[in-house]
């Protein structure tokens, strides 16, 4: 995932040297959002999941599953605002 979102951004950035339009950095800072997310959020709690010692009782490890199943929503919902905001360019040109 972290190579496409550096190739797409990387592509926003020559667009918006093309055209000028700072949609395309908008976009493409958005999706560049999901690397801080992934770390600084994202990677606590793997930390706790790794850790969990085998054997343990399962109503820990359940609950910090549910956790970080809804953290994952975070880089779907970072995803969707970039490609919300590439098509916002794509269909709004502002020439």
């Known amino acids: 995932m972290s190579v496409l979102a550096v190739a797409s951004a990387v592509l926003a950035s ?3 040297r093309l ?13 560049l ?8 959020v994202m990677m606590p709690m ?11 009782v399962i109503s820990p490890v359940r609950k910090l ?6 953290l994952e929503w975070g ?3 970072i995803g969707f605002a970039a490609c919300c905001s590439f098509a916002w360019v794509l269909e709004l040109p502002a020439h």
């Open 14 to 16: 020559i667009q918006f």
């Open 19 to 31: 055209d000028g339009d700072v949609r395309w950095i908008i976009g493409g800072i958005t999706i």
């Open 33 to 40: 959002a999901s690397w801080p997310y992934a770390y600084f």
């Open 46 to 56: 793997n930390i706790w999941l790794c850790a969990m010692p085998p054997g343990q």
């Open 65 to 70: 599953m549910r956790d970080w199943g809804l």
């Open 75 to 77: 880089p779907t919902l």
